[in-house]
């Protein structure tokens, strides 16, 4: 390294994250000035070339990787009971309707349940709540509603777990189950206290009208890549967050947090690296992607344009979803191969960080691509073990705003992440632990996970 202890290096890195620190000016620029960023959509392409630029100007060596994505959007949502006006949310995907029909209460939408009334939720409208029902083994909610159209129903309400008319943007689809990427029949969201009316007045036959205007169409986007190319040729480490959000909201915690530190972090190792007079080992790879809320489809299109029928793999992925539901603890990887090995790096930063492997294969956010692929990938341990934010319940919905960036603990990830790659990205490749996992591998292993839900603590 130069000759430069690693101490030195360290109290650079703590410094620089702090007082240098770009995390509120990013924040302004995309949660403030830009907004809401669906995938295709004006403010997205602003935010993708703001990103661009800002790495461009810090002399990171960037550029688009563009692609044309399936997208959606919904025009017009309505559902009226007896003259009243409800709360009403189209899930993901949601083909349009216009019906009305009788209401049927099934609970928790499991399978035990939809037997029960099966002789009853043909032509209806199902009700169910988005929460499983205690005491019983979990169901993915893909498989409730599967089953809930094959019985026949022409629409399902889903009630919102969160009080206060909260709602949701969400999804039906199931990364590990790729049949289930479409809705099999209209999905709606309501509130929770609005699903608690319909229960209660679903035994007395009256209709309830749902109508929903939906669009399908085709949308160009771009994931945004900073390199810092390595001594050695293909060999790379990725760092990944995506850039995009749902509907209505500028997505504090979801995603901007995310995205920020993987920007931030770019910039930060950049000079890092021109401070020091220093080569990396392994090239570093940073990624702001797009379309996370609509699929994944950043992620699997970067996989697939980069890593389809090669056996060359990046060393590992870090992926930043969500970074403001909590503190960071350490790192949850996909595969159980690197634990000692990043637990040794972790170690070294004196920090009490932890390792953990995941027992499921977590479809939930852009690790998922890399992983199905056989990539090593991880996500920040931040909430799904303990010590989540009261905030971080502000998700896919309208006041996930700008002051839900918890800026203090996004500067120390920061910190944190720089400190790691750096140290990673001077390893020799020799020295990791080798990677022999198929997408055949990958494939068995979902197809035997796709039936239980994921497992997040």
Not at 67 to 74: A, G, L, R, T
Not at 311 to 318: A, F, M, Q
Not at 371 to 379: Q, R, S, V
């Amino acid at each position: 390294m130069n000759g430069t202890p690693l101490k030195v290096i360290d109290k650079w890195i703590i410094g620089e994250s702090w007082i240098s620190s770009k995390v509120e000016n990013l924040l302004e620029k995309l949660c403030i000035e830009i907004g809401s960023r669906w995938a295709s959509s004006k403010n997205e392409r602003k935010a993708a070339n703001a990103i661009f630029s800002f790495w461009e100007d810090n002399g990171l060596s960037v550029s688009h990787e563009n692609f044309v994505i399936d997208s959606w959007e919904f025009e017009e949502s309505q559902l009226n009971l007896d003259g009243r006006s409800l709360d009403i949310k189209p899930y993901h995907r949601c083909p349009s309707v216009d019906l009305k029909a009788k209401l049927i209460d099934i609970g928790h939408g499991t399978k035990r349940e939809v037997n029960e009334n099966l002789d009853q939720i043909k032509g209806k409208i199902v009700l169910m709540f988005r929460k499983h029902e205690p005491f019983t083994q979990n169901e993915p909610l893909s498989e409730k509603i599967n089953n809930i159209a094959k019985a026949g129903a022409v629409v399902t309400i889903i009630g919102e777990p969160k009080q206060g008319r909260r709602m949701e943007y969400s999804s039906v689809w199931d990364t590990r189950n790729p049949k289930s990427i479409s809705p099999p029949l209209p999905v709606v969201n309501t509130s929770y206290e609005h699903l608690l009316l319909l229960k209660k007045i679903s035994s007395k036959n009256i209709e309830a009208h749902v109508k929903v205007k939906t669009r399908f169409f085709k949308g160009k986007t771009s994931n945004v890549i900073a390199e810092i190319p390595g001594e050695y040729k293909d060999e790379q480490i990725i760092m990944c967050g995506h850039h995009d959000t749902v509907f209505d909201t500028p997505g504090g915690n979801d995603n901007t947090s995310g995205a920020i530190g993987v920007i931030e972090t770019a910039r930060l190792v950049n000079n890092i690296f021109k401070e020091f007079n220093i080569t990396p080992k392994i090239g570093l790879k940073f990624i702001t992607l797009t379309a996370e809320e609509q699929r994944l489809q950043g992620s699997f299109f970067h996989v697939k344009n980069n890593f389809s029928n090669s056996e060359i793999k990046p060393r590992l992925v870090i992926n930043c979803d969500e970074l403001s539901t909590g503190s960071m603890k350490g790192i949850v990887l996909g595969f159980p191969h690197l634990r000692n090995f990043m637990q040794y790096i972790l170690n070294d930063l004196n920090e009490d960080f932890k390792v953990h492997v995941m027992s499921q294969l977590d479809g939930n956010s852009d690790h998922f691509p890399f992983l199905e692929a056989g990539i090593d990938a991880c996500h920040p341990w931040r909430w799904r073990f303990h010590g989540r934010y009261d905030s971080c319940e502000y998700h896919h919905e309208t006041p996930d705003t700008f002051d839900k960036l918890n800026i203090k603990d996004l500067k120390y990830y920061v910190s944190s992440f720089a400190r790691i790659l750096f140290r990673l990205s001077m390893t020799n490749p020799d020295d990791w632990p080798n990677n022999k996992l198929t997408r055949k591998d990958l494939r068995e292993r979902l197809d035997a996970e796709k039936k239980h839900e994921i497992r997040t603590s």
